[in-house]
């Protein structure tokens, strides 16, 4: 009996490849994906900041726009571009959305797309 418990401990050396292929696949997803929500995080803390921020009340919307695009420069976020961000009017208040799907390949000829959408509503006095 003890002569078998011995022989059957730990893994076979084709169970161990399959783990090692696995954790690798996690890594190089983990390595392309993670930039991209770093990103957003950039993103999000800008417009929270834009929404706290008292200059912000009282911008037009084009205002709000041009500033949301400055601070995006400022932190380093190039990704982007003018035609994702829109500020509207609304019912005393200026609606600013920037709404973006950054893409990038995994392996081969596998990609993947990700759908952001952040959305603040600033005060009109």
């Given at each position: 009996?003890?002569?078998?418990?011995?022989?059957?401990?730990?893994?076979?050396?084709?169970?161990?490849?399959?783990?090692?292929?696995?954790?690798?696949?996690?890594?190089?997803?983990?390595m392309n994906v993670i930039p991209v929500y770093m990103t957003d995080r950039s993103v999000k803390d800008v417009m929270e900041r834009v929404e706290q921020d008292p200059k912000?009340?009282?911008?037009?919307a084009k205002?709000?726009?041009v500033s949301v695009m400055k601070r995006l420069r400022l932190?380093?976020?190039?990704d982007i571009?003018?035609?994702?961000?829109?500020?509207?009017?609304?019912?005393?208040?200026?609606?600013?959305?920037?709404?973006?799907?950054p893409r990038g390949k995994l392996i081969g000829t596998l990609d993947f797309i990700v759908t952001f959408k952040h959305e603040i509503k600033i005060p009109i006095r």
């Amino acid at each position: 009996m003890k002569k078998l418990m011995k022989k059957q401990q730990g893994l076979t050396m084709i169970s161990m490849v399959v783990v090692i292929v696995f954790l690798l696949f996690q890594a190089v997803i983990a390595m392309n994906v993670i930039p991209v929500y770093m990103t957003d995080r950039s993103v999000k803390d800008v417009m929270e900041r834009v929404e706290q921020d008292p200059k912000s009340i009282g911008m037009s919307a084009k205002e709000l726009k041009v500033s949301v695009m400055k601070r995006l420069r400022l932190n380093s976020v190039y990704d982007i571009k003018p035609e994702y961000v829109s500020a509207k009017k609304g019912r005393g208040e200026n609606i600013v959305t920037i709404e973006y799907e950054p893409r990038g390949k995994l392996i081969g000829t596998l990609d993947f797309i990700v759908t952001f959408k952040h959305e603040i509503k600033i005060p009109i006095r």
